[in-house]
């Protein structure tokens, strides 16, 4: 249900307290004081069939008796009698719930009993519910506090979203005596309705929320999450804290990827993958949000620090580089203006050390000067209270000269005083985060750089790469018949198979079934080669030491085959010995790595690269990421892996960019196949001019082999590219033009048709003149989430493919209703195309369960409302200067 009718909640006119209380100590009792002493403006209606008032209140018996419609109803009763309250909430036609009440996750399953009640009189009325189990919620701007906690929270841009209600009360704690506010607090209990990615898209489309601050333990819809992240975060940062380091799964794996990736490892690439700032402490979680909420982004990673006190700043500059950071090189003016102003014992260069005895004028001209350097991304103040500078009048300096520097600027104090949590307190207020010590100030302003880059890496514009022309039927029946034959592991041959149909090349591979053949084959090979022994029910070859390397002469493999044949028998006579695979031995290519995947049970595939050979398990250096990938995307998985990182110190050469074509192809076959449930391509040997796979190993899911092809759906983590949508049409004119979903590879392409339009066209479709679109704009148009906007390019046939004209429609918040738009350059109106791209806008929200569409539209736009019309759109005319065009989808 997305965000619907979450306005109930969270912008509520009346509110009624079922379970409300005199009762000291009690629930209902403790709601009741929190809104009537947060100020709220609203009506509050206690309910209580056993008083006629309650806290000076009248009192009513049911929901159903209050006179008014009430849109949130705050549960506040033992566990059983929740579903009967519920069910009078909804024949009072109230939707927005939230149930504080306890004893469901704790009653077994009595528990599993209630819940089961409560989703269903959810879906029979429609109203969301929060919790049960939650502390409640907060919305100070509305002075909202329907919440257990012990301290209200002030009005700011922080949303903070938490699975532990205790967190919430920390945070409240934390907040209040730091001075910071919320925009909202939510503890969501034990979820049942509204979930956080739910809250994601609510607060994303917050006007007042600038930052969103997460606490979780679990995540039940990894990919509807992912997706709420991936749209917040491109405008707004997201900081996370995920308790716990998970256990691996119970399920046996057969390759290298099933048991490289850890649960943990495979949640942190999902929060990278999605922009999300990751710490890894509750203290980090404040003071990252806070900062974020407040600064700008940090245009590089160079620090300049200023302190009274020597010590704490190499303490700061410690912290620096060990996390990647650098002090900023100061410019030669700045060096000979500071010169001029300090004495001849302190230091000129970063750190800039005023010395202890500095007075608060002292403080004024530095920061004055180093502010203005231009190779200083950001700043530091660093102060102790133990020379002349008041920490007051230093916190009201630092916050005065702050206001116009466009460069994120924090402050140590280190000191717990009142006077310096007085000054903490102005710092803050003035939006200007302030710590206690300098590591954690280092480390936040760490996290600040890495959001900015994050987003720049992932919102990069990918290369085009070209998509190998697969035969799918081939590859299906190559599965079926493992899969009939009791087989869960493909053969070397039927893996390798795989890898040729998607342009990946590999090593020749040819299979003896007996010495004579071994022999045949080593010499149309050519020696010297290797010899593997192929036993489907062995994992991996070294397990029975069933690879032979260097045989240099026919003598050499007959003998080798034998005892390769031996040491199978070996280890059980009963093992299934298929022959021998002979490749051509290879020395000194390159670089040895792993490319693999696993299917995760909450995640779906997930992509593996690494070190290869047969120290992949001991060192275990992988990164990690998901399918689909790009370009850009292949890269950071591999610049993040320790195998790179080490490699590229030593200049070893390798060919990056033929490794990032590989695994967007390898990507492609793993979304392709969800039948895949394991596969490892180790080792793909590269050098910086070739690359090649020499083994690979395919372990199939049968649960997905017994279903029939167009029952897969679509169980990736980020929504992969819909190819039901690609087709060729003709024109009016007899122009053929391919119609497609628009990839992030198409920015350049696309700015070329929004420049190519007259102003007037311009004007229809954008409601202005637009003489640039810069990167960052042009990437919301091309890179898509698929699950939330889908936008058809019609593509001109010819030798550069231009994009003549795009249809989009975008789910709203909510998800039910969906704008749409179509743009066609002038030279292509009239020919048929705008009614072929309104037909694929109509097809692409039917398959969003879209229930309507609409678009704005001007009213000098008669082309646009004449084809609204002719395809049974509803035209209305809204006001002078907006028509709206509509269409209900529902039935």
């Not at 333990?217 to 999450?225: A, D, H, V, Y």
């Not at 491109?234 to 490289?260: C, M, W, Y």
């Not at 697969?470 to 053969?491: D, P, W, Y």
């Not at 005319?877 to 028509?883: L, R």
């Amino acid at each position: 249900m997305g965000t619907e009718n979450l306005d109930f909640i969270f912008k509520p006119k009346n509110i009624a307290v079922v379970g409300a209380s005199e009762r000291n100590g009690s629930v209902g009792a403790k709601i009741l004081f929190n809104l009537l002493s947060s100020g709220y403006s609203g009506k509050i209606f206690p309910v209580n069939p056993f008083r006629e008032t309650v806290q000076g209140i009248k009192a009513y018996p049911i929901i159903t008796k209050i006179p008014e419609k009430v849109d949130l109803a705050i549960i506040a009763t033992p566990a059983h009698l929740v579903p009967q309250i519920l069910e009078e909430c909804g024949l009072a036609q109230t939707l927005g719930i939230v149930i504080v009440s306890a004893g469901f996750k704790e009653a077994g399953k009595t528990a599993f009993e209630l819940e089961q009640k409560i989703c269903n009189l959810q879906k029979k009325y429609s109203f969301r519910i929060i919790g049960p189990n939650s502390l409640g919620v907060i919305r100070p701007k509305n002075n909202l506090s329907a919440t257990l906690a012990d301290k209200h929270a002030i009005n700011g841009r922080i949303a903070f979203i938490s699975q532990s209600a205790a967190l919430c009360a920390s945070a409240l704690d934390w907040a209040s005596e730091n001075h910071v506010g919320f925009s909202a607090v939510v503890s969501t209990g034990h979820i049942l309705d509204v979930d956080i990615g739910d809250l994601i898209d609510y607060f994303g489309n917050d006007p007042q929320t600038k930052t969103l601050m997460l606490y979780i333990e679990s995540i039940k819809n990894p990919r509807k999450f992912m997706s709420a992240v991936r749209e917040f975060s491109r405008d707004k940062p997201i900081v996370l804290v995920k308790a716990g380091k998970f256990l691996e799964t119970n399920q046996a794996t057969l390759s290298h990827s099933g048991s490289l990736a850890g649960e943990d490892a495979v949640y942190d690439a999902a929060f990278k993958r999605a922009g999300i700032v990751r710490v890894e402490t509750v203290s980090e979680l404040f003071n990252c949000a806070v900062a974020l909420s407040t600064q700008p982004n940090p245009k590089g990673i160079n620090l300049t620090i200023v302190t009274n006190a020597g010590g704490p700043a190499i303490m700061a500059t410690d912290q620096l580089v060990s996390l990647g950071g650098k002090l900023a090189n100061l410019a030669d003016d700045t060096v000979a203006n500071l010169k001029q102003v300090l004495p001849p014992y302190c230091s000129i260069k970063n750190p800039v050390d005023i010395y202890e005895e500095a007075p608060i004028e002292r403080f004024k001209k530095v920061l004055e000067i180093c502010l203005k350097d231009p190779n200083s991304d950001d700043f530091l103040v660093v102060y102790t209270p133990q020379g002349a500078s008041d920490p007051i009048m230093l916190s009201k300096l630092v916050t005065e000269l702050a206001q116009n520097i466009g460069k994120p600027i924090l402050m140590t104090l280190m000191s717990e005083d009142n006077r310096c949590r007085e000054a903490r307190r102005i710092l803050q207020s003035g939006g200007i985060p302030a710590f206690s010590n300098p590591e954690q100030a280092v480390s936040t302003f760490i996290h600040l750089h890495s959001y900015t880059r994050n987003l720049e890496l992932l919102y990069q514009t990918p290369q085009e790469i070209p998509e190998p022309k697969i035969n799918l039927r081939s590859l299906k029946s190559t599965i079926r018949r493992a899969f009939c034959e009791g087989r869960a592991v493909l053969s070397l041959v039927e893996s390798i198979k795989f890898l040729e149909e998607y342009n990946i090349p590999v090593v020749k591979t040819l299979v003896a079934r007996n010495p004579q053949e071994a022999e045949t084959y080593s010499s149309e090979i050519g020696y010297p080669v290797v010899m593997k022994a192929l036993v489907p029910q062995l994992t991996h070859k070294s397990q029975f030491k069933g690879v032979i390397l260097d045989v240099c002469s026919q003598s050499e493999t007959s003998t080798f085959f034998s005892e390769l044949l031996e040491k199978v028998k070996h280890v059980d006579f009963s093992l299934e010995f298929q022959g021998v695979a002979i490749q051509p031995m290879i020395r000194n290519m390159g670089q040895e790595f792993l490319i693999g995947a696993k299917k995760d049970p909450h995640f779906g595939s997930i992509i593996l690269f690494g070190r290869g050979g047969i120290l992949a398990e001991v060192f275990k250096e992988v990164s990690l990421g998901f399918p689909p990938l790009n370009q850009v995307l292949a890269r950071r998985i591999i610049e993040d892996s320790g195998v790179y990182k080490r490699a590229t110190s030593m200049k070893m050469p390798f060919n990056l960019n033929m490794i990032e074509e590989i695994l967007v192809k390898f990507s492609q076959m793993v979304t392709d196949f969800p039948e895949i449930r394991e596969i490892d391509v180790n080792p793909l040997i590269v050098s910086d001019k070739n690359v090649v796979a020499v083994d690979a190993r395919i372990v199939i899911e049968w649960d997905h082999v017994m279903r029939e092809v167009a029952d897969h759906k679509d169980q990736t983590l980020i929504a992969t590219y819909p190819k039901e949508y690609i087709a060729t049409k003709r024109l009016k004119n007899g122009a053929e033009v391919v119609l497609r979903p628009i990839k992030a590879e198409d920015e350049g392409r696309y700015n070329d048709l929004i420049k190519s339009l007259s102003l007037q066209s311009m004007r229809f479709r954008f409601f202005a003149i637009i003489k640039e679109i810069p990167h960052d704009t042009l990437t919301k148009y091309c890179n898509l989430d698929y699950d939330r906007q889908i936008a058809i390019v019609a593509e001109l046939k010819g030798d550069s493919n231009p994009i003549v004209g795009v249809g989009r429609v975008i789910a709203q918040p909510g998800g039910t209703k969906g704008e749409f738009a179509i743009l066609v350059t002038d030279n292509w109106q009239l020919k048929g195309l705008g009614s072929l791209l309104m037909d694929y806008i109509i097809m692409a929200a039917k398959n969003m369960h879209l229930k309507k569409i609409f678009a704005t539209i001007l009213p000098d736009n008669i082309k646009m409302i004449e084809l609204s019309k002719k395809k049974g759109l509803k035209v209305e005319t809204i006001d002078q200067e907006t028509v709206e065009a509509s269409l209900d989808l529902s039935y």
